[in-house]
Structure formats: C-alpha cells, structure tokens
C-alpha cells in the first residue's frame, strides 16, 4: 500500500487537484506538526501533506518541529516523501530558477533533536546514502520528461539559519566541494530513514548566497521561489502517480541500525 507525504510550502501543492481533501490534527510523543495535516486521494493515491514551516511561513528552520512531522506521517502510514526546500547557489552553473534533485548533504545544525532514539536504545541509521535512490531516479526520470532546468545530483550544506552566511562561510563550503546552501533538509532526511520512509528532496535555486559579493535578498529570493513553485508541483504530480512498492534499502533501514 503507496502513500505519498508532501513536505514543503503550501505553494507546491494545489489542495483543490486532491480529492477527499481534509485537515486532521496527528498528536505525536514530541509534540505538534508545523501545522494540520492534510490528508486526501490524488490520482487514486493516498496523501498526507504537511506545510514545513506552518501556514504563513511563521516557524524559522530551527524551531521546526521535525521530529513531531516525520512522526505524524509515519503513523498515519505515509510510504514515500517528497520535499521541496528554497537553496542558495554555491557554483556558477548551478543557477537561480533551477532544481536540484540532491543526493548528499553535510550537515552544519547544532540545535535540533536528530533522532528519534533517546532512550534506552542506540540507533545507528546509516546515511551514507541520506536520500532514497529509488525516489530520486523517478524524479530524474520525469523532469527530464518536462524538461525543466535541473541537476540530477547536488550536496547542500545544512546550516542552523535563520540567518543566511557571511562571505567566509560561503567560500569555505565551495572549498569543500558543496554545490548548494540551505536549512531545512536535516534532520528531515534522516528522521525519515530512522522512519523507514523513502525520502527524496527537490530543492529550488534561488540566489548565489554571498560569494560573488552580493547580498541575498529575501525580496528576489521569495520571487524566484514563487517561478519555482509551479515547476516543482508539475514535477511532483507528475511523480506521485508512478510511486511504487519496489524493494528498497529505505524501508529496511532499521534492520542493520538498532542496538
């Protein structure tokens, strides 16, 4: 049984293409989601979708409540995620209004809660591979079908935010190799393979951060996130449709994890 959950603005989805559409409260162990969970049918697949950072843009990238998220999809049997996340630009080539279909992160948080396992138990889960290669070649597969602009691959550094880099940052993650800049992809990847949820994210260039001597404005950033947004839900829809129960690594993550 496929169920898709949706993780991302309120602009990558249009409530009115789902059927069945309705707003549910999903209390979990470590608190509220960002927001209420919208459930409903697209396409004869089953959905649960939850605004990362809650109606309006109000929770900042630290104060997310990741962990609550991935809980609350996982219990109400969600199978596969699809993200979208808003990414600065580390390299020339990748340019603002592109999309990246990231396989890698490095991980430069300090403030969240990163597992689920906080008791008695040890979780080792295993990252090396942080998004669902399964997931991820799909969505390589139909972008190319509607030939938007993207990269099939991309390592992004996860800051803590919700300030945006000095230039000496930015130059220190090009030096080691990162391709991308953003705030939200970790702990949501890993939450989700502890969860054994195939996860893929699909992140939205909108600026060069700061390295070619330029400030990021969040004015330009919100208008080119706003472009995005219609390549990103042609993109998933097109996507959802063709999620099936193939074996994957992902859902056996813990199998190799638990001590």
């Excluded at 470590?30 to 049918?41: A, C, E, H, I, N």
């Excluded at 689920?116 to 040890?122: L, P």
């Excluded at 390592?155 to 030096?175: D, L, W």
């Excluded at 260039?205 to 995005?228: F, G, R």
Aim: charged share 25%.
């Amino acid at each position: 049984m496929i169920k898709v959950g949706i993780i991302g603005g309120t602009g990558v989805y249009d409530p009115n293409l789902i059927q069945d559409s309705k707003k549910i409260k999903v209390n979990t162990p470590f608190g509220r989601t960002s927001d209420l969970v919208t459930t409903g049918v697209f396409k004869g697949v089953e959905m649960a979708i939850i605004p990362r950072h809650g109606t309006g843009h109000r929770i900042n990238p630290s104060n997310v409540n990741y962990r609550a998220n991935i809980w609350a999809l996982k219990s109400l049997g969600v199978t596969h995620i699809l993200a979208s996340s808003a990414v600065g630009s580390l390299k020339e080539e990748y340019k603002p209004g592109e999309l990246v279909i990231v396989d890698q992160f490095i991980d430069r948080t300090c403030k969240r809660a990163t597992s689920f396992y906080e008791g008695d138990q040890v979780c080792h889960i295993s990252t090396a591979e942080p998004f669902c290669p399964t997931l991820r070649k799909k969505l390589i597969e139909e972008a190319k079908k509607l030939k938007v602009k993207f990269h099939d691959r991309g390592t992004c550094v996860v800051v803590e935010g919700p300030r945006f880099s000095t230039k000496a940052e930015s130059r220190m993650y090009q030096c080691w190799g990162a391709d991308i800049i953003g705030m939200t992809m970790h702990p949501e990847a890993t939450l989700a393979r502890e969860a054994e949820i195939c996860y893929a994210t699909v992140a939205m260039v909108t600026d060069y951060d700061c390295w070619k001597d330029k400030p990021v404005d969040i004015d330009e950033v919100v208008k080119i996130m706003n472009e995005n947004v219609s390549k990103v839900k042609e993109l998933f829809t097109a996507v959802i449709p063709k999620i099936s129960g193939d074996d994957c690594n992902c859902r056996q993550a813990l199998k190799t994890a638990l001590i």
